[in-house]
């Protein structure tokens, strides 16, 4: 009795190193949360007219590009934190790089532009079609297999969001547009990164990636900057560089990117998923109760629908990884006993020959 005790007891107690690596995991998740958080509501306060009042998301995304482009550059050149890819050539950053850095700083011009129109927690509630751009333009581009059961689960996703559209309170067109087109073009970013440069090996952290990408999205953003803000700021007489808004907008906008290679790092892409849809909760709930945002029922039901289709991809996600993760062990089990058997068969015939 005593020993069945002791056994049930000691198998159901967590190692420290188990604890440890939850812990972790948690507290990666948490600074994720908090520093998306921060940025999202950040951007918001900066260019919300009835706020901050500086509707200008090119130049705000250019400060963000030259301040993370400056800091990426100190760390790889200056500091040595990081080492370049040896594999990385001219020839392959215009033909994977370049691409890559153009829908980069389009989705981040039209992400932070739809702030002057539209409410934190309406543009969330749109950000949660994101499976269904990444998949769908997986599909296009033949990464990803065309199944029935997912795409019944993209189209309740969509349903939810558009209901959720159907019942916001301050619907702007434009708004819509506009994160809409910031979705599209950062999942076909995203699908862009694995085939371009995951299918050839070439794994970049945030700061090699910053190095890389960011000086290519500021001279992307440069163009219509010129065309469309500059002039306007020239008018625009009584205002004066905020270096300490600015400073720390951008400092919280780098810290997210060094955010995102520790989660996903530490513990997987998976995982920021769904700390993503916490995060959107979080955020829903503060641009109601302190922006004073307008949530209605109807929101609340269309992104409740959309909230538990996205839960179920991601379980689906987590299904068919274990499920090859299993394989995987038992292939190599299997290998491993026909060279176990092999072994014993060769030993075997060199004792009778003996």
């Given at each position: 009795?005593?020993d069945?005790t002791g056994?049930?007891?000691?198998s159901t107690?967590?190692?420290?190193s188990?604890?440890?690596?939850?812990i972790?995991s948690y507290?990666?998740?948490?600074?994720w949360i908090?520093?998306?958080?921060t940025?999202?509501?950040y951007?918001?306060f900066?260019?919300?007219?009835?706020l901050?009042?500086?509707?200008?998301?090119?130049?705000?995304?250019?400060?963000?590009?030259?301040f993370?482009?400056?800091?990426?550059?100190l760390l790889?050149?200056v500091?040595?934190?990081?080492?370049?890819?040896?594999?990385?050539?001219?020839?392959?950053?215009?033909s994977?790089?370049?691409?890559?850095g153009?829908l980069y700083?389009l989705?981040?011009w039209l992400?932070n532009s739809a702030?002057?129109?539209?409410?934190?927690s309406?543009?969330?509630?749109?950000?949660?079609?994101m499976?269904?751009?990444?998949y769908s333009?997986g599909?296009?581009?033949?990464k990803?297999?065309?199944?029935?059961?997912?795409?019944?689960?993209m189209?309740a996703?969509?349903?939810?969001?558009?209901?959720?559209?159907?019942?916001?309170?301050?619907?702007?067109?434009?708004g819509?547009l506009?994160q809409?087109?910031?979705?599209a073009?950062?999942?076909?970013?995203?699908v862009l990164i694995?085939?371009?440069?995951?299918?050839?090996?070439?794994?970049?952290?945030?700061?090699t990636?910053?190095y890389?990408?960011?000086?290519?999205c500021f001279?992307?953003?440069?163009v219509?900057?010129?065309?469309?803000?500059?002039?306007s700021?020239k008018e625009?007489?009584?205002?004066?560089?905020?270096?300490?808004i600015?400073g720390?907008?951008?400092?919280?906008?780098?810290?997210?990117n060094?955010?995102v290679?520790?989660?996903v790092?530490?513990?997987?892409a998976l995982t920021?998923?769904?700390a993503?849809?916490?995060k959107?909760w979080?955020?829903?709930a503060f641009?109601?109760?302190?922006?004073k945002?307008?949530v209605?029922?109807?929101n609340l039901?269309?992104?409740?629908?959309?909230?538990?289709g996205?839960?179920?991809y991601?379980h689906s996600?987590l299904?068919?990884l274990r499920e090859?993760?299993?394989?995987e062990r038992?292939?190599?089990?299997t290998g491993r006993?026909l060279d176990?058997?092999?072994?014993d068969?060769?030993?075997?015939?060199?004792?009778s020959?003996g």
């Open positions: 009795m005593g069945a056994t049930s007891s000691s107690t967590i190692s420290p188990i604890l440890k690596k939850i972790l507290t990666y998740v948490a600074i908090f520093l998306s958080f940025v999202i509501v951007n918001k900066i260019l919300d007219k009835k901050y009042n500086w509707p200008y998301p090119i130049s705000l995304t250019l400060i963000h590009m030259g993370c482009s400056s800091i990426a550059f790889v050149r500091f040595l934190v990081v080492d370049l890819p040896s594999s990385m050539t001219p020839q392959l950053y215009l994977s790089i370049v691409p890559i153009a700083s989705s981040l992400s702030y002057i129109y539209l409410s934190v309406f543009i969330q509630m749109l950000k949660a079609l499976p269904v751009a990444v333009i599909v296009l581009f033949r990803d297999a065309f199944k029935s059961s997912t795409m019944a689960n189209l996703i969509s349903a939810g969001v558009a209901i959720a559209a159907y019942g916001e309170a301050k619907f702007d067109t434009w819509v506009l809409l087109g910031a979705v073009f950062e999942a076909t970013r995203l694995q085939i371009l440069l995951g299918s050839k090996g070439i794994n970049l952290n945030p700061i990636s910053l890389y990408v960011a000086p290519c001279v992307f953003l440069l219509p900057w010129v065309a469309v803000e500059l002039p700021l625009n007489s009584t205002f004066h560089f905020d270096y300490f600015f720390t907008n951008s400092f919280c906008a780098f810290a997210l060094l955010a290679f520790l989660l790092g530490k513990t997987s920021m998923n769904v993503g849809v916490v959107d979080l955020l829903i641009s109601w109760s302190v922006i945002d307008r209605t029922a109807v039901f269309g992104y409740g629908v959309a909230f538990l996205v839960a179920y991601n996600k299904k068919a090859k993760e299993a394989a038992k292939d190599e089990e006993l176990e058997r092999e072994g068969g060769s030993s075997r015939r060199d004792e020959q």
